[in-house]
C-alpha cells in the first residue's frame, strides 16, 4: 500500500489547523485537526480491505470465425471432440470478457490493466458491485500460438484517493490459436471420413504405439512391467494393427522467422488432416523438440495443438529420438542437414519420404521435395 500526494496534503493541512489552533486558541481548530487525521486513517484501513476483497476475472466468451476460416470444413462429428467452446484458428476474432469480482460487500474504486496477446488492456470502475464488474474486448484476427493473459494488475485505492494498493495476478493462458490447415492430396480420398469414425483399433501387428490398462483377457506377454510398477497398476503394450499407416512428420526445429515457423505449422497440420481422415496416425518430431504423444497419434486435435505451440523445445534440453514410421515427410525452412538424415533413415528402412521446404533454400533429398512461400494456400 503506497501513499499518493494527496496524503501529503492532508497531513500538511493537518498540521498547519494545529498550529493556527496553537497560537489562535480557538479550540475547534484541534478538533478539525484531529477530524482531518482521523480522515487520513480511515482511508487506510478502507484501502486495505478495498484491495483484500477485489480479484481480476477473464473468461473466453466467443470466436468469431474468418471468411477462410478451416473450422467449416471439418465434420460433425470431429467437432464433437474440439477444444471447448470451440476451436480457434489463425485469422479468427476472440471475444474476452474481463472484470473484478468481490467478495461480500461491494467495493471500489479499482482500476484492472495488463495485456492479452499483444493487446493492452485498461479498464476501470468507480464501484464492483456484489455481482461484479465486467467488460467485453474484441480480439481480430488472432495469431497462432497461445493467448496468454500476462502482467495483470488490480488497482484500487480508497474513497479521498490517499492511498494506492497494486496486487499483481499470476499469467495465465487463455485461449490456443491453431494453424490453418487445407487437403494437400492430389488424389481423392477413398476412405476419409468413414475412417476417421471408425479408425482400425489397435492389434496384433508389430509396431508398439502406445500402453494402457490390463483388461481380462490380455496376453500376460504384453504387460509392460515397468510402466505396471510406474503406475501402481497392470499396463499392457498396445501393437498397431498392420496395414496401417504412420505418417512422422519431422519439423524445422529453428525456423528463421515467425513467418516461416507459421507456414511449417500450415503444412504440417494439412499433412497431419490427409492423413488421419484416411485411418492413419501420426508423429510430430523435431530436433530437440518435444514430440508429440505416442497414445495421441490419432488424435488430429492433439495434432493441431502439437503446433499451435510449435516450436515447443523439449524439457530440460533433452534430446528425443525420431519416431519408427513407414513414411516420412520434412517441413523445413533451409539446410537441416539432421532432418535430411532422419528421412534417409527412413528411406533404408524401405519408407517413402518427402519433404516441404518454405523458401528457396537447399535440402539435400533422395526424394520429391517442394518449395512453397510464406503465403497460404500454398
Given at each position: ?161 490517499m492511498f494506492r494498493g497494486r496486487r ?189 521446404v518454405v523458401g528457396d533454400g537447399d ?16
Open positions: 500500500m503506497r501513499p499518493t500526494p494527496r496524503l501529503a496534503g492532508a497531513v500538511a493541512l493537518a498540521a498547519v489547523v494545529e498550529y493556527y489552533g496553537t497560537t489562535s486558541e480557538v479550540s475547534w481548530l484541534f478538533l478539525l485537526a484531529s477530524w482531518i487525521a482521523a480522515l487520513c486513517l480511515v482511508c487506510f484501513v478502507y484501502a486495505l480491505w478495498n484491495r483484500a476483497g477485489l480479484r481480476p476475472y477473464l473468461r473466453f466468451r466467443a470466436v468469431t470465425s474468418a471468411a477462410d476460416s478451416p473450422a467449416g470444413e471439418i465434420p460433425t462429428h470431429l467437432l464433437r471432440n474440439a477444444p471447448l467452446p470451440a476451436p480457434i484458428f489463425e485469422g479468427d476474432g476472440l471475444e474476452i470478457e474481463v472484470g473484478l469480482d468481490t467478495s461480500g460487500a461491494p467495493r471500489g474504486p479499482a482500476r484492472l490493466a495488463g495485456f492479452i496477446g499483444s493487446e493492452r488492456i485498461a479498464a476501470a470502475t468507480g464501484l464492483v458491485p456484489r455481482s461484479g464488474w465486467r467488460r467485453t474486448l474484441a480480439l481480430p484476427g488472432l495469431r497462432r500460438g497461445p493467448v496468454d493473459a500476462r502482467a495483470f494488475v488490480v488497482e484500487s485505492s480508497d474513497l479521498a484517493g499483481p495476478s499470476p499469467d495465465a493462458e487463455v485461449a490456443l490459436v491453431m494453424p490453418r490447415f487445407a487437403s494437400l492430396s492430389s488424389k481423392p480420398q477413398t476412405r476419409e471420413l468413414e475412417a476417421s469414425v471408425a479408425a482400425p483399433r489397435a492389434g496384433s501387428g508389430t509396431e508398439v504405439f502406445g500402453v494402457r490398462e490390463y483388461r481380462p483377457g490380455d496376453s500376460l506377454r504384453r504387460i509392460h512391467w515397468r510402466s505396471s510398477a510406474r503406475h501402481g497398476e497392470l499396463v499392457v503394450r498396445e501393437y498397431e494393427p498392420p496395414g496401417v499407416q504412420t505418417l512422422g512428420i519431422f519439423c524445422d526445429p529453428r525456423p528463421a522467422s515467425a513467418e516461416v515457423a507459421d507456414q511449417v505449422a500450415r503444412l504440417a497440420a494439412s499433412e497431419a488432416w490427409d492423413c488421419i481422415r484416411n485411418g492413419g496416425r501420426v508423429m510430430l518430431w523435431g530436433p530437440g523438440l518435444a514430440p508429440s504423444a505416442p497414445g495421441e497419434a490419432r488424435s488430429f486435435w492433439a495434432a493441431l495443438e502439437w503446433l499451435a505451440r510449435y516450436p515447443q523445445p523439449a524439457p530440460s534440453g533433452e534430446e528425443v529420438d525420431p519416431p519408427s514410421v513407414t513414411e516420412a515427410v520434412a517441413v523445413v525452412g533451409a539446410g537441416q542437414k539432421e532432418i535430411a538424415d532422419t528421412l534417409e533413415a527412413v528411406r533404408r528402412r524401405g519408407g517413402s519420404v518427402r519433404a516441404w535440402f539435400d533429398l533422395d526424394g520429391p521435395v517442394q518449395h512453397v512461400g510464406t503465403d497460404w494456400p500454398p
